[in-house]
């Protein structure tokens, strides 16, 4: 399920914690209502590489993306690993990922590799998204 018209919208506001969702394949709820709730700044893009220009214009303070394995890429086994790779300079940023259960083996391999804030197996609950985030803004 594509979340509907998420390629770039923005809560104004000042001094409130940024987050970037990043929501390629979708699957599971529409949660801006939810991060805008909790007070979040937030910005919805949806591929890596719109991703990676979020970032370059500011920094969040979380991401919420997803790991989507993918066997064809030659130098990697997912969308997560470049976006984690530019995020090792900015060791503050909270990334929490989506993942499928299935491929939890290659998960778990590329975490081991890049430390996550939080991770969340399909199928996605607002109530667990909801969770993880507050113990972002608490730390």
């Known amino acids: 399920m594509?979340?509907?018209a998420i390629n770039s919208e923005r809560t104004p506001s000042s001094g409130s914690p940024r987050l970037?969702?990043?929501?390629?394949?979708?699957?599971?709820?529409n949660l801006l209502s939810l991060y805008r709730r909790l007070g979040f700044d937030t910005e919805v893009v949806n591929s890596q590489r719109k991703a990676q220009a979020a970032l370059k214009r500011r920094l969040p303070d979380v991401i919420v993306t997803e790991y989507n394995f993918q066997s064809?890429?030659?130098?990697r086994t997912s969308n997560l690993e470049t976006l984690m790779g530019y995020l090792q300079r900015h060791p503050g940023v909270k990334v929490i990922a989506i993942y499928?259960?299935?491929?939890?083996p290659k998960f778990e391999v590329m975490?081991?590799?890049?430390?996550l804030?939080?991770?969340?197996?399909?199928?996605?609950?607002?109530?667990?998204?909801?969770?993880?985030?507050r113990r972002a803004l608490a730390l």
């Open 2 to 4: 594509r979340h509907p």
């Open 100 to 104: 499928q259960p299935e491929f939890l």
């Open 117 to 133: 804030f939080a991770a969340i197996p399909l199928p996605v609950t607002e109530a667990a998204v909801e969770e993880v985030l």
């Open 111 to 115: 975490t081991a590799r890049f430390p």
């Open 20 to 29: 970037l969702a990043i929501v390629e394949l979708g699957g599971y709820p």
């Open 72 to 75: 064809d890429f030659r130098d």
